[in-house]
């Protein structure tokens, strides 16, 4: 591919986490801890993340809602991880029910039933600020030689080998260019998981590089409504039949949504009734269809900015 604009995924730009004192939301962080520096978080259990003891070390900048940076101790290990709780969530016209942090436990609960491990272990339970979800942080790669490429600008008509198209943008000035993704498989994944979980906000910053080349999935508040809302750049595979791997995981998952499974009991915690039955339509749709959807409107509906 001739000379790609590349889109920053993540934090390829970031590195450090941007974190800034947790301040200004209500009560107390604990500055005597603050000193406590955290072990990288590799794997955690989600019963690491739900029983440990919770500390907040700072505030992440430029978050739509209020999102902390905080360690996890548990048995004499410390992690890091991500709280957000409910007390900082800015309210969502389309989303009157439930909360950001239930659905982004929900999120996590379909894809760990998927067996695709693409959200980090995320749970519900009490912090410093009240109820909200903490999930385990995602260190980027030592070395960008080891961050996946997954989003390009190209100036082509056609993607190249390896590359999916998604559309054109206008860049401004006249200037237009294809917008393509990673013919990736970890990815193909992740467009068939926010195919179920109804994603509404499948942006590139929302792809956290880890180590070992993989990526993990972050941020799915806007996911799971009743109503059609799937936005992402993930767009490439629209129509195509899905891999004979997905089909199988979603006909698993279709038996583990059934009434009183322990997928579907955990998720009625989590989620309305009527979000569990639209979950359910989409998982029986993609099998009956055997395709990756395709998006409603002439262009398709993508988040933009798409970082
Ligand atoms: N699990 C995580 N690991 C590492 N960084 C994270 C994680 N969750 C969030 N972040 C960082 O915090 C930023 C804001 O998080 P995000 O989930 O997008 O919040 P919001 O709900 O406000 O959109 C992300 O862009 C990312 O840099
Ligand atoms: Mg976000």
């Known amino acids: 591919m001739p000379a790609p604009e590349r889109i920053p995924t993540g934090r390829l730009s970031g590195g450090e986490p941007a974190a800034e004192p947790a301040a200004s939301l209500p009560g107390p962080a604990d500055p005597a801890r603050a000193a406590a520096v955290p072990e990288p978080a590799a794997g955690l259990s989600a019963a690491f993340l739900a029983e440990g003891e919770l500390t907040v070390r700072g505030r992440i900048r430029e978050a739509s809602n209020a999102v902390l940076y905080c360690t996890v101790e548990h048995d004499g290990r410390s992690a890091a991880c991500v709280y957000k709780p409910v007390a900082g969530e800015r309210p969502l016209w389309d989303f009157p029910d439930g909360t950001l942090a239930q659905r982004e436990v929900?999120?996590?609960?379909?894809?760990?039933?998927?067996?695709?491990?693409?959200?980090?272990?995320?749970?519900?339970?009490?912090?410093?600020?009240?109820?909200?979800?903490?999930?385990?942080?995602?260190?980027?790669?030592?070395?960008?030689?080891?961050?996946?490429?997954l989003l390009a600008l190209v100036e082509d008509e056609e993607p190249g080998p390896g590359w999916k198209a998604v559309g054109f943008a206008e860049l401004g000035e006249g200037r237009t260019a294809l917008l393509v993704h990673a013919d990736h498989p970890r990815l193909r994944q992740l467009a068939v998981l926010d195919a179920v979980i109804n994603n509404g906000d499948r942006k590139g910053g929302h792809l956290l590089p880890g180590v070992d080349g993989r990526f993990f999935a972050i941020d799915?508040?806007?996911?799971?409504?009743?109503?059609?809302?799937?936005?992402?750049?993930?767009?490439?595979?629209?129509?195509?039949?899905?891999?004979?791997?997905?089909?199988?995981?979603?006909?698993?998952?279709?038996k583990a949504l059934a009434d009183a499974a322990p997928l579907a009991a955990r998720l009625a915690e989590l989620l309305t009734d009527a979000e569990i039955e639209a979950l359910r339509t989409r998982v029986a749709e993609l099998l009956r269809s055997g395709r990756h959807p395709e998006p409603s409107g002439e262009w398709p509906a993508i988040p933009w900015p798409p970082v």
């Open 106 to 149: 929900a999120a996590y609960e379909v894809s760990r039933a998927c067996g695709w491990d693409l959200i980090p272990p995320t749970v519900l339970r009490e912090g410093p600020y009240g109820t909200g979800m903490v999930q385990e942080w995602i260190d980027p790669p030592e070395s960008s030689d080891e961050v996946p490429e």
């Open 220 to 254: 799915h508040g806007v996911t799971f409504n009743a109503e059609d809302k799937l936005r992402t750049l993930l767009w490439g595979w629209a129509g195509e039949p899905l891999p004979a791997e997905a089909v199988e995981v979603l006909s698993g998952l279709r």
